[in-house]
């Protein structure tokens, strides 16, 4: 794989904070289309620092990113922040408009998407959140997990190369969690999902990254990964008890 037929292609990123501290150090790190990756690691790993350097929110370190072979730089942000779908963890700095409808349509009507267009790429992206039914109601009237959806749909309205998901399954009841693990699992996106979740990461994600301290210490089948405890206790990482990552992976449902 080049990084031009990548979807994600980051090569020797190496970044430190203006207060001098260093986050990463050299991250090598390729994701095919279709593709998804789990990213785990402990508090303070730089997870979130590499996420920030996939659309230009934060730059200026070493190294290179390649998103579907386009350079991650000044001349071509606005492009790259339409390939490149961040959900953050809290709905709610994605939703500040009026009605669902309003907010999934905020992004595509900035790019220019006007009338029969721009409805029918809104009622699409509501229809594969299955919130379809809400696009009159005003954002802050929806349960905790509906608006998590919706701001899954604000992104995938944009059609992104790659979808990068910070902590999905965190504040969702069991319910809220499959019905989303459905959802994310019948997109048909490149997906890099940061989680402390282990069993999410292996119920969605074929192949984990961890990164600690900075650097990239595995990247392999997750369940692979996940059965490693002396890897995962070097990186403080910990499945929940009585999760057996070797039985977990047999109930995993068939896409
Ligand atoms: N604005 C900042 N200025 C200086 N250091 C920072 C800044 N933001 C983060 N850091 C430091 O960079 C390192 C990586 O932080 P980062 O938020 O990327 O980790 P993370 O893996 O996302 O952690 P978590 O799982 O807790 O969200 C940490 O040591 C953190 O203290």
Known sequence: MTPATASLHISRLAF??????QA???VDLTVARGERV???????????????????????????VHIAGLPVGRPHLAEIRRRVGIVFQDPDDQLFMP?????????PAGAGLRGDALDARVTAALDRVGMAG???RPPHHLSFGQ????????????????????EPSSNL????????????????VTVLMVTH???????????????????????????????????????????PYGFDPAAAVRTVRPR
């Open 16 to 21: 430190a904070y203006p207060d001098g501290h």
């Open 24 to 26: 990463l150090f050299g």
């Open 38 to 64: 789990a990213l785990l690691g402990p508090n303070g790993a730089g997870k979130t620092t590499l996420v920030l350097h996939l659309n230009g929110i934060l730059g200026g370190g070493a190294g290179e």
């Open 99 to 107: 009605t669902v409808r309003d907010d999934v349509a905020f992004g």
């Open 134 to 136: 809400y696009a009159d």
């Open 147 to 166: 608006r998590r959806r919706v701001a899954l749909a604000t992104v995938l309205v944009m059609e992104p190369e790659i979808l990068v998901l910070d």
């Open 173 to 188: 009841d069991p319910a809220a969690r499959r019905e989303l693990a459905d959802i994310l699992r019948s997109l048909p």
């Open 197 to 239: 979740d282990l069993p999410y990461a292996m119920e969605l994600c074929p192949r984990s990254v961890i990164l600690s301290g900075g650097v990239i210490v595995a990247d392999g089948p997750t369940r692979e990964l996940l059965t490693d405890a002396e890897l995962l206790h070097r990186h403080r990482l910990e499945l």
